[in-house]
């Protein structure tokens, strides 16, 4: 049987939840009448969504349950695991109980469910598309500071090899990865051989020095100042050109490719430069709107990528779950076109 997380690594704010702060109106509602009525039937909610996906906050949604429900001992509790593989319609969680006690929770049970499949099918996309390159989880910076903490274990679940804030990494027990940024550059007058100088000689030696080679627009002759300064402390050089911007070394190479940011002929034109000085060891890294379908198209021509970088993509398409209920004292009860279907692969929650 698969170890589950423990309901205490997660930092709830009980007493607010329970208050119902985070909750839809309506469950409030609900449970405020079935209290004060005294009506306390014993129910069975079925959650679902309706794609195939990997699925992730089953853990955390427990832990919901058994922290912030009223009388949780007299909750019955059956679910997959996160990062099984789901079907459409499938139920993946059984929650039975008196609903009185949890229906304050089904606002923050889907929510979290909902999020971390998300980042867990997107980020398992993404590293398909890779066939077995790294992948590095960029993303934090397009969502809330609040969500890293679950979304780099959803990352983590989904298969990347690295993640890019402290938050990210608290469930991965490694650091946080990262470049040279442009920042860091920009702060250095634009000079990026300063600014990777810098970092060099103020950083340990056990971080990867990783140059950004696009901030002056000439990715090729960056990527050769840097090796050539570095040598074999360099450990790679990062493509970022914006989608708007044509890298310098593409001026005389125009006329049948799209030729603007990130592209193929710009990576093989500084792989084909740092090869020829004898830099064949220094990795290239790639970033700046690269999704599955791109990642996909790179590996199919062989561009030589040695790792991908993915920030907004991953959080471009939603994952929905429902929860209905569709037993009521042990027998059928449900809105029209749903029904109970029980999941053999529904495991029991201790």
Same mark, same amino acid.
């Given at each position: 049987?698969?170890?589950?997380?423990? !309901?205490?690594?997660?930092?709830?704010?009980?007493? #607010? %939840?329970?208050?119902?702060?985070?909750?839809?109106?309506?469950?409030?509602? =609900?449970?405020?009448?079935?209290?004060?009525?005294?009506?306390?039937?014993? %129910?069975?909610?079925?959650?679902?969504?309706?794609?195939?996906?990997?699925?992730?906050?089953?853990?955390?949604?427990?832990?919901? %349950?058994?922290?912030?429900?009223?009388?949780?001992?007299?909750?019955?509790?059956?679910?997959?695991?996160? /990062?099984? #593989?789901?079907?459409?319609?499938?139920?993946?969680?059984?929650?039975?109980?008196?609903?009185?006690?949890?229906?304050?929770?089904?606002?923050?049970?889907?929510?979290?469910?909902?999020?971390?499949?998300? &980042?867990?099918?997107? =980020?398992?996309? =993404?590293?398909?598309?890779?066939?077995?390159?790294?992948?590095?989880?960029?993303?934090?910076?397009?969502?809330?500071?609040?969500?890293?903490?679950?979304? +780099?274990?959803?990352? @983590? *679940?989904?298969?990347? !090899?690295?993640?890019?804030?402290?938050?990210?990494?608290?469930?991965?027990?490694?650091?946080?990865?990262?470049? %040279?940024?442009?920042?860091?550059?920009?702060?250095?007058? +634009?000079?990026?051989?300063?600014?990777?100088?810098?970092?060099?000689?103020?950083?340990?030696?056990?971080?990867?020095?990783?140059?950004?080679?696009?901030?002056?627009?000439?990715?090729?002759?960056?990527?050769?100042?840097?090796?050539?300064?570095?040598?074999?402390?360099?450990? /790679?050089?990062?493509?970022?050109?914006?989608? @708007?911007?044509?890298?310098? !070394?593409?001026?005389?190479?125009?006329?049948?490719?799209?030729? =603007? +940011?990130?592209?193929?002929?710009?990576?093989?034109?500084?792989?084909?430069?740092?090869?020829?000085? +004898?830099?064949?060891?220094?990795? *290239?890294?790639?970033?700046?709107?690269?999704?599955?379908?791109? *990642?996909?198209?790179?590996?199919?021509?062989?561009?030589?990528?040695?790792?991908?970088?993915?920030?907004?993509?991953?959080?471009?398409?939603?994952?929905?779950?429902?929860?209905? *209920? &569709?037993?009521?004292?042990? @027998?059928?009860?449900? #809105?029209?076109?749903?029904?109970?279907?029980?999941?053999?692969?529904?495991?029991?929650?201790?």
């Amino acid at each position: 049987m698969t170890k589950r997380l423990d !309901s205490n690594l997660f930092d709830f704010p009980v007493e #607010k %939840i329970k208050s119902g702060f985070y909750s839809d109106i309506y469950f409030l509602r =609900t449970q405020e009448i079935l209290n004060q009525a005294n009506h306390h039937p014993r %129910i069975t909610v079925q959650i679902f969504q309706r794609d195939y996906a990997i699925l992730c906050g089953m853990d955390e949604a427990i832990a919901l %349950i058994k922290r912030c429900a009223f009388h949780p001992e007299n909750i019955k509790i059956k679910a997959l695991h996160d /990062g099984d #593989k789901i079907a459409p319609w499938e139920t993946v969680m059984t929650i039975e109980g008196d609903l009185a006690d949890f229906a304050h929770l089904e606002t923050v049970y889907l929510g979290i469910i909902a999020r971390q499949t998300k &980042v867990a099918t997107n =980020t398992r996309r =993404t590293v398909d598309a890779a066939q077995g390159k790294p992948v590095l989880f960029f993303p934090s910076r397009f969502d809330h500071y609040a969500v890293q903490e679950s979304d +780099g274990y959803a990352a @983590k *679940i989904g298969g990347m !090899s690295g993640i890019s804030t402290p938050a990210n990494a608290v469930c991965w027990n490694i650091e946080a990865a990262g470049t %040279i940024p442009h920042s860091l550059i920009a702060a250095c007058g +634009g000079d990026t051989l300063k600014a990777t100088k810098l970092f060099d000689k103020y950083m340990a030696p056990e971080i990867n020095r990783v140059a950004l080679v696009d901030f002056n627009n000439d990715c090729v002759n960056t990527s050769l100042a840097v090796a050539r300064e570095l040598g074999d402390k360099l450990y /790679g050089v990062r493509l970022d050109t914006s989608d @708007k911007m044509v890298d310098a !070394s593409l001026l005389g190479q125009m006329g049948h490719f799209k030729p =603007t +940011g990130v592209n193929e002929q710009l990576v093989r034109n500084v792989r084909e430069a740092l090869d020829k000085e +004898g830099f064949t060891k220094v990795k *290239i890294m790639v970033s700046g709107g690269f999704n599955p379908e791109r *990642i996909y198209h790179f590996e199919e021509n062989n561009v030589p990528v040695d790792v991908y970088a993915v920030g907004s993509s991953i959080f471009a398409t939603n994952v929905d779950f429902t929860a209905d *209920i &569709v037993l009521v004292d042990g @027998k059928p009860c449900a #809105k029209a076109g749903r029904k109970f279907s029980p999941n053999p692969r529904l495991e029991d929650v201790k």
